[in-house]
């Protein structure tokens, strides 16, 4: 197997977004700007010192955990 490079084709900006049940979250993949990814893909960044943004949690998903 060969391996090459390949230049960036787009440098992602993650986005702001409220899920479950208040959830303050930046998502990268699965945003109206990459829309031409799976549905089903995302990329998140949860990161905050305050307990208080996480614990209203996520309601059960039928797809999670898969």
Known sequence: MSHTSRPVAQVVTPEPV????GVHLRRSLGTRSLDHLDPFLLLDH???AKAAD???GFPYHPHRGI
């Open 54 to 56: 996480y614990e209203a």
């Open 18 to 21: 409220v899920e479950g049940a």
């Open 46 to 48: 949860f990161a905050s």
